[in-house]
């Protein structure tokens, strides 16, 4: 198994946070290194705390718990350590401090992101309902129709056969 030069996994691992984050398999690629080792440093990194992006196209770039944690490694630094810590980790000082916000008064990006879906949802469901009752109208209409136009054709039949 082989060793690892400490400078070149450091060097690995900065590409792996912001504002690079860069795919470990693109890293892989680059440095000719397995996969699995990648993995094993991003997770031990994780670990350790350092702030690494899970999935970093996805909207929601960072887990709560990576946000508590940068809120907790920030809370005692000053507006220039702040600013020094944000551009090392590729982030806005706005962003922690809607965290902040957000921890504080206890809503998440989740509950209002599954809030705005349950509206959506609730409004198409409506909206599907709406258009069964419509259907169902018409459909009592068209059978009353059809019982009627029997009716009918029995009365007619019956007088031309007296």
Request: hydrophobic share 35%; glycine share 2%; net charge positive.
């Amino acid at each position: 198994m082989p060793r690892y030069n400490i400078k070149l996994k450091e060097k690995i691992m900065k590409q792996m946070l912001p504002p690079h984050n860069i795919s470990v398999r693109e890293l892989s690629e680059q440095h000719k290194i397995a996969e699995a080792t990648l993995y094993r440093w991003k997770k031990i990194a994780q670990t350790d705390g350092s702030v690494i992006q899970n999935h970093p196209n996805k909207k929601e770039k960072y887990s709560n718990e990576v946000k508590l944690n940068i809120i907790i490694e920030t809370a005692h630094l000053n507006q220039h350590e702040l600013s020094e810590y944000c551009r090392k980790k590729g982030l806005y000082i706005d962003e922690i401090k809607s965290w902040k916000a957000m921890f504080i008064t206890g809503k998440t990006d989740s509950e209002t992101e599954y809030k705005e879906k349950f509206k959506t949802i609730d409004a198409e469901l409506k909206s599907v309902n709406k258009e069964l009752q419509r259907k169902e109208k018409a459909l009592a209409e068209a059978a009353a129709l059809l019982i009627l136009r029997k009716k009918v054709q029995a009365i007619w039949n019956s007088d031309e056969e007296d």
